[in-house]
């Protein structure tokens, strides 16, 4: 399923962005280009994080940028953006990052089954390591495909 959704178009490499309000538009990029969301949709992301949305911390320098899909998704997608120089998420030192993804979903299924399909691959750690260590679209989508073969 995640191979579905990050194509090589909409897995992103930086040596460094400017702060994680920078990383978030970046990694939204990619989904804003192709007509799935909005510009309105990564200013809601922008804004919940502001507003202490540090909830998209997912550890190990993971962050999920998501809103809801009234705020300007037109097609579930997903995007990622892995930056060489970390990223304080909300400017708070407890929560650096290193690893964006941005999630737009259209219903809460969607949602649902992007977000289970992101566990079975965080929660493992060979993969999370590998995912982690990718340096292409290629190494990352070469990560991908090995989920569920480690179980």
């Not at 090589?8 to 702060?19: H, K, M, N, S």
């Not at 299924?109 to 993969?127: G, I, K, N, R, V």
Request: aromatic letters at 4%; glycine letters at 6%.
């Amino acid at each position: 399923m995640l191979t579905d959704l990050l194509t090589p178009e909409t897995i992103l490499f930086a040596d460094r962005v400017d702060g994680w309000r920078d990383a978030v538009e970046r990694v939204a990029q990619p989904l804003l280009d192709s007509g799935a969301i909005s510009s309105h949709y990564v200013a809601a992301m922008t804004d919940s994080i502001a507003a202490g949305g540090t909830y998209i911390d997912l550890g190990f320098g993971i962050a999920l940028a998501h809103s809801r899909p009234e705020n300007g998704v037109e097609r579930t997608g997903l995007s990622s953006l892995r930056v060489g120089e970390t990223v304080l998420l909300n400017d708070e030192p407890a929560h650096p990052i290193d690893l964006f993804f941005c999630l737009a979903a259209t219903d809460p299924q969607s949602h649902l089954d992007t977000m289970m399909a992101l566990a079975t691959l965080l929660s493992d750690e060979t993969l999370r390591a590998e995912l982690l260590a990718s340096s292409t679209p290629a190494d990352t989508l070469a990560v991908l495909t090995k989920i569920g073969q480690n179980a």
